[in-house]
């Protein structure tokens, strides 16, 4: 079964704290349609998949799908006006509301976690024509490239605190894309992604992660915990904004003819 997102992720923090996706991620797509393709975000969230993916140029019709309905909602409002042949609509991968061979694209940015892929993969297997491609893409909580201590202060948390109570590894991205290993792997793909992040975006980040909301919620006093976490990585931001390094990796797949 998927991990539970309880507690649920705060759609506007989200959609301010996660920075939209560099074009890099999507290179894996290139030469790949010769005209613009009908596309699905798949788990779009508050929208930033999607807007880094059209900003592209590569298309502007398609569908957005997520099941929490707040995001959803905020995703729509930002993008409607500028993208009005794209469709927002809630649902989720283990039961897309789209019709059979109905996109030329699937795009998933940073939400096949959250998928039962057992359940899944057989619903993009339907609604993607043959010859079509998936586009899997995410990134990992910063890494500070300034402070080797901030660095590991963060992955030490991480791993003994920062996580949800039933939560156990989730292995690599290709080994969660498992399923897929009958269709064409296209290529993997990890391109540089650094950002300069103060004290205030650090935080933000931190605090639309579902891993530390889980940690939060289980706090004796909540308001106080988050206190105590923005006093203890105030210190190493006194100076200057620090760099990060986000770690992305893509996929790309083709489905078999």
């Known amino acids: 079964m998927p991990l539970s997102n309880t507690p649920k992720f705060l759609a506007d923090r989200y959609r301010e ?5 560099p074009a890099t991620l999507f290179r894996l797509l290139e030469g790949a349609f010769s ?7 798949l788990g779009c969230g508050t929208g930033l998949s999607t807007l880094s993916f059209l900003r592209l140029g590569i298309s502007t019709a398609g569908d957005a799908i997520d099941p929490d309905p707040k995001m959803l909602a905020l995703a729509e409002t930002e993008l409607r006006k500028s993208y009005p042949e794209v469709r ?6 283990e039961a897309i509301p789209l019709a059979d061979a109905s996109v030329d694209l699937v795009l998933v940015g940073s939400a096949v976690h959250w998928f039962d892929l ?4 057989p619903e993009i297997a339907r609604v993607l024509r043959p010859g079509g491609r998936l586009l899997v893409f995410e990134y990992q909580f910063p890494k500070c490239l300034d402070s080797t201590e901030l660095a590991e202060t963060v992955r030490r948390r991480f791993n003994l605190e920062w996580k949800a109570p039933v939560q156990t590894p989730r292995g690599t991205l290709a080994e969660i894309l498992a399923p897929f290993a009958r269709w064409k792997k296209i290529g993997e793909d990890r391109p540089e ?10 935080l933000g980040h931190l605090f639309s992660q579902s891993r530390y909301l ?7 006093d909540p308001i106080a915990y988050r206190a105590e976490i923005e006093r203890a990585f105030a210190p190493y931001f006194e100076e200057k904004p620090l760099r990060f390094d986000l770690k992305p990796r893509a996929i790309a ?5």
Do not use: C, M, N
């Open 118 to 121: 057992s359940r899944a993969q």
């Open 253 to 257: 797949y083709k489905k078999p003819v």
């Open 214 to 220: 889980h940690a939060e919620a289980a706090a004796s």
């Open 17 to 21: 704290a996660r920075p939209p996706y």
């Open 193 to 202: 992604w650094i950002e300069t992040l103060s004290l205030e975006r650090f």
């Open 88 to 93: 927002f609509q809630a649902g989720r991968a």
């Open 35 to 41: 005209a613009p393709p009908r596309f699905l975000d």
